[in-house]
């Protein structure tokens, strides 16, 4: 699956780690609904970084649509809650 972070561009990531990401969403999910700065700052850099980590850096000339988008790490505890769904930001 190939996922976009704002900010820096697409990754694509194997299925396989969909579980590890979803579990990391959840968190964030959590402490966005809590309105928690701090643990927000750190579950959404955890998040990026496994993205950055589990998959590789899909060049800039490859134009191919992004299956999940996730918010840059610079991103504020507000524009996260207004991206979240029903099911956070990854689903499933």
Known sequence: MIVRILGEGQFEVDDARLAELNYLDEALVATCEAGDGEAFARDLEALVA???????????????????????????????????????????
Do not use: F, I
């Open 50 to 92: 496994a993205v950055r980590t589990a998959g590789t850096p899909v060049p800039n000339e490859y134009l191919a649509p992004s299956d999940l988008v996730l918010p840059g790490p610079d991103a504020t505890l507000e524009e996260v809650q207004e991206m979240l769904g029903e099911e956070g930001l990854l689903p499933g």
